[in-house]
């Protein structure tokens, strides 16, 4: 059997990105468990996110990797009977505190979900809602003017700039996807998290997001959740591979995919199992 | 359909505009069911005003913050309070609100249908608002809008056509009620002039027109029973007609 990365670098085509730059944290994630009841969901992870990056979560099905995305803008509170341990901070403040504003942090801290869920509204008040609820803009004017910038952001202005007042429901699948995204990207979070934002998608569409989310990282802190390794190495710097609620190796994308440390992490991504 | 034409059959000889605005007449000098269909619109309008709010807002109570012990009580009450006869709620109205005022009113008739929408418009409230995609909650959540403007501004809209069917089926159940207004709004043959005092209604004029020895008398029920199905009909076609999916 030939070296393991001679195989791999043979499997995946992982741009080779060089050097990562060095930039602060922004999201430190230090011994945290989680509990759907009394299953325990995570295991004691501990993670840092640098800003300005794309780190990558994979994993196999049930691996915890969704769970844990949620946990960074506590999505998980919704849900009745879990528990989180441990600390997540986000630019140094815990989110778990008590009296942390859960609201404050779903404005920083942005979310992008499997399955596209656009608002029945109109395509401008989709994305006008985080605004509105917010009140981040003064003027109608203002208000046309960031919903512009958030749609040609999510590179679908060009697309619907002529229907803003048609249905959000009217739109392909791929272009609901980038409305969310838009939608996100209105109120200027901080942290960008998408949960599989192309699992349901083809691949023009797939490429299309994936084409945003390397321009996003400019601006945004960007944590993606995905089932395809491929597209892990092709968008991320950063990739974190998750097995049965625990952590197994988080790295920059090109040293998991080409030499991982860990025997678990090269099996996964070699195939042998997931 | 077979009902429907049957009705329509017997209905419409009697049928005439002097019908349709005329107060009654003693037997065999005519008259008609005027204000009977004014006192039935009014009587509607006083129970939807009543009702709606309160079913309405039970149902978004029971769905959205539906989890708890008191909720649970809730749900119970208003499923006991679906099974009820009209005629008990009528004997009840009677008793709190007749029986205080010491006469028949328009207000107590309409507190009597409003008692029997309230638990159909709750559970369908629930049952729509149960409908709306968990995904939609969770996107306006992540959008940092807090609990109640989740419901208010994403949830009810979108479950809105549904609620509203919910509110025309509760129309449509109470405007064919009969009971419950025999001893609330009692019935009366003049035009109303204000709502505390007794009023008439079509389904009132309908009992007593039928239950009459009069051939004349039969035939305006007939009559009054088509007009009643055409309102009822109508009203369910504008309420379709301003609820249509806009999205």
Known sequence: MSTPTATLTARFAVPHKGALPERATKIAVAGLSFYYGRAQALQNISLEIPERMVMAFIGPSGCGKTTFLRTLNRMNDVIPGTRVEGNVSIDGRDIYAAGADVVELRRKVGMVFQKSNPFPKSIFDNVAYGLKINRLTSSKSELEGRVEEALNDAALWSEVKDRLKSSALGLSGGQQQRLCIARALAIRPEVILMDEPASALDPIATSKIEELIVDLKEQYTIVIVTHNMQQAARVSDLTAFFLLGKLIEVNATEKVFTAPVEKLTEDYITGRFG | ?247
């Not at chain 2, 008439?200 to 309908?206: C, E, K």
């Not at chain 2, 029920?221 to 309420?239: E, R």
């Open chain 2, 1 to 247: 359909m077979i009902i429907l034409s049957y009705i329509a059959m017997r209905g419409i000889s009697a049928l005439s505009l002097r019908f349709l605005i005329d107060t009654p007449h003693p037997v065999g000098e005519g008259g008609g069911i005027g204000n009977a269909i004014v006192g039935s619109a009014l009587l509607l309008l006083l129970s939807c005003v009543v009702g709606l709010p309160l079913g309405i807002s039970t149902g978004v109570f029971l769905s959205e913050f539906g989890g708890g012990h008191f909720a649970s009580v809730v749900r119970f009450l208003v499923d006991t309070l679906t099974g009820i006869p009209s005629i008990v709620t009528g004997v009840f109205v009677y008793a709190i609100v007749v029986l205080r005022m010491s006469h028949f009113s328009a207000f107590a008739g309409g507190i009597a249908l409003a008692l029997i929408m309230i638990p159909i418009v709750a559970r369908t409230t629930e049952e729509m608002i149960k409908l709306v995609p968990h995904s939609l909650r969770e996107g306006a959540l992540a959008l940092g809008a807090p609990q109640w403007r989740v419901t208010m501004g994403v949830v009810i809209p979108a479950a809105a056509s549904g609620i509203a069917t919910g509110a025309m089926l509760a129309i449509a159940r109470v405007s064919g009620e009969t009971a419950p207004l025999l001893f609330t709004s009692f019935g009366s043959r003049f035009f109303p002039r204000n709502l505390n005092e007794p009023i008439a209604s079509l389904t009132v004029q309908i009992y007593n027109y039928a239950i009459s020895p009069y051939d004349e008398w039969h035939a305006q029920a007939w009559a009054a029973t088509l007009v009643l199905m055409t309102l009822i009909l109508s009203i369910n076609l504008v309420v379709r007609f301003l609820t249509r999916k806009k999205f």
